[in-house]
């Protein structure tokens, strides 16, 4: 039989086993702070997700492909998701000058007021990870980070805006475990960015 990260007896055995484990319990409580935040707007889980991004992105970012590949998801899908906003007032699209087939999304005064309101949902989280020890919140957030970029190398998820997949990062540049060539800095584990707005692809 194969192993499988589930089973009990194999974890005991198997660190690793452990550890995917409770990612994945970590992964249920994202979504049931997720379902309970939706729920309480009428709203999915990916449509407050929708939201939550417009929010804090550029209108480079805000179009229906890009929303695609952030989350994983085919165009159709996205599609009919910002449609569903839109039919709720909570979007607005704004056609590119440049090409009349292309629109940039924008939150509408009440899209962004559920946005802001939702951006919370995380508050269950947030609180455990505050009351770690400093030391610990830089392994868990440099354990993640490079958990991300594998599995972004992987094509297991696509978009990835971390200092890992970054031209401007230097790994081990002039002695240092990172570097960043855009503020020409070293940067501290604490330091590292996993959505950065100055990210430029390494491709």
Known sequence: MTHSDFDPAGQQMNIDSRIIAALERVSQAFRVLLWTESEDYALSPIQIQVLIFLLYHPPSMRKVGYLASEFNLSKPTISNTV?????????????????????????????????IKTAAFTKGLRDPIHELHPDDKESMLFGLMDIIHHLNEAGVITVQRMCFTCAHYRQGYQGHPHFCGLLNRKLENNELRLDCPEHQSDE
């Open 83 to 115: 449609k569903i906003l839109e039919q709720k007032k909570l979007l607005v699209r704004e056609i590119e000058s440049r090409d009349g087939r292309s629109s940039i999304i924008h939150l509408s005064k009440k899209g962004r007021e559920i946005a």
